[in-house]
């Protein structure tokens, strides 16, 4: 992928979602997992076959940041304050986590760590300070604060080599860059950067890692993809009908084919009118090969 490409774009599934979010490839089932978070529903689509492709749901809570995968099976997802494991059926499998969220903040948007630690972050009132905070959950269900002092918290993944976190503040048009050491799961100094775009090119939103290390990025309000190398050169962009795109995966048996949730939160009558795809999870194939997503190995 290089340069500014308009795509041809499908529709994966007719969500509609107010804000879909964080697809996750599960190669065990053939199916990617992926939350509409306002709603606390967690949703789990067939990859392939006629489109749309058939999608199955369950309602977990009021809200819901962000599903991961499990090593032994299932989920663990972060549902308003707590952590709650359900196997591969959908039905909880032990008791749920639960984390001392800091007033008026809620989950937003995770990822697991190369180890197989959950790291998961919230998202702040608008109107209050930066409270919000990313919390690393280690697979004996220790849990630490990485972050504090966050606006919204979003996209994050890692290098291949598990040195690197890259980290979404939203309320910053930036892709931050961390040392991380992967052994003991601690964050260490703030990087230079990847990218710092003017906002009005989009605000970052989803982050993943491909095989090659390049690093994709959603932009909400920015209509696009784009794909950056591990020192912040842009080596392409995909333009979509849709302008609060969320998160992108790359899913299938080859994890060649781009997935990309979105939302229609704020958009007024006639701006969703303009976007009827607002809020669908959207998909293009792509001359590029995702990883596989790390696993949480906590809880059996």
């Known amino acids: 992928m290089s340069g500014s490409v308009h795509e041809q774009w499908d529709v994966v599934v007719a969500s509609a979602c107010e804000i879909g979010e964080r697809p996750l490839w599960d190669e065990r089932t053939g199916t990617f997992v992926w939350v509409d978070i306002p709603t606390g529903t967690v949703h789990r689509t067939t990859f392939g076959g006629p489109l749309p492709w058939h999608t199955t749901s369950i309602s977990l809570g009021s809200n819901v940041g962000v599903a991961v995968l499990r090593e032994v099976g299932g989920i663990a997802a972060a549902v308003d304050g707590n952590i709650v494991f359900l196997n591969e059926h959908g039905d909880v499998d032990a008791e749920p986590l639960a984390l001392e969220l800091p007033a008026n903040t809620m989950f937003n948007d995770g990822m697991c760590d190369p180890r197989g630690r959950f790291v998961v972050g919230t998202n702040s009132d608008p109107a209050g300070p930066p409270n919000g905070v990313l919390f690393s959950?280690?697979?004996?269900?220790?849990?630490?604060?990485?972050?504090?002092?966050?606006?919204?918290?979003?996209?994050?993944?890692?290098?291949?080599?598990?040195?690197?976190?890259?980290?979404?503040?939203?309320?910053?048009?930036?892709?931050?860059r961390y040392e991380y050491d992967v052994d003991n799961g601690t964050l260490g100094e703030r990087l230079v950067d990847l990218v710092s775009l003017p906002t009005d090119q989009g605000i970052s939103d989803g982050v993943i890692v491909d095989e090659d290390d390049s690093i994709w990025v959603a932009?909400?309000?920015?209509?696009?993809?784009?794909?950056?190398?591990?020192?912040?050169?842009?080596?392409?962009?995909?333009?979509a009908p849709v302008s609060k795109l969320t998160c992108p995966a790359l899913v299938g048996p080859d994890r060649d084919t781009l997935v990309v949730t979105s939302a229609w939160q704020d958009l007024s009558p006639e701006q969703r009118a303009a976007e009827p795809w607002a809020g669908h999870v959207i998909t293009t194939p792509i001359d590029a090969r995702g990883r596989l997503p790390f696993r949480f190995g906590g809880h059996r």
């Open 137 to 176: 959950i280690d697979t004996d269900l220790t849990v630490r604060v990485l972050l504090t002092g966050i606006f919204e918290s979003n996209g994050l993944d890692w290098s291949i080599d598990g040195k690197i976190m890259y980290y979404v503040d939203s309320y910053e048009s930036v892709v931050r």
């Open 219 to 239: 932009f909400w309000e920015g209509s696009a993809i784009r794909r950056y190398s591990p020192h912040g050169e842009l080596l392409g962009e995909l333009i």
